[in-house]
């Protein structure tokens, strides 16, 4: 039983791995250009503590947002983050 399964998981791989990989190819045309791209790397790291949290993320030298002809592009690992703006104003009370 095993024998047979593991010939046919060899000739699975064997054949995946003849098989020709796929390559996108960006187009430009009609006022859009696809033909650049660029190979980053990185991620993010949660530091917590003290009800603070503190996220970040490397090596994304591109990242940025783009827009024109009412189209936004956002580039980067966290493109689709938004970023909540609150503001504390402090209180001070008077103690008499």
């Known amino acids: 039983m095993k024998r ?7 000739l699975l791989l064997l054949l995946l791995a003849a098989l020709p990989s796929a390559v996108a190819r960006a187009q430009s045309g009609s006022g859009y250009d696809l033909t650049w791209y660029t190979v980053d790397g990185g991620g993010y790291t949660w530091s917590m503590g003290d009800g603070y949290s503190l996220g970040g993320t490397v090596g994304q030298a591109d990242a940025g947002l783009l827009s024109g ?21 402090p209180l001070v009370l008077r103690s008499n």
């Open 4 to 10: 047979p399964f593991l010939a046919l998981f060899a």
């Open 69 to 89: 002809e009412g189209y936004t592009l956002v580039g980067g690992f966290w493109g689709g983050a938004t970023i909540e703006y609150r503001v504390y104003l």
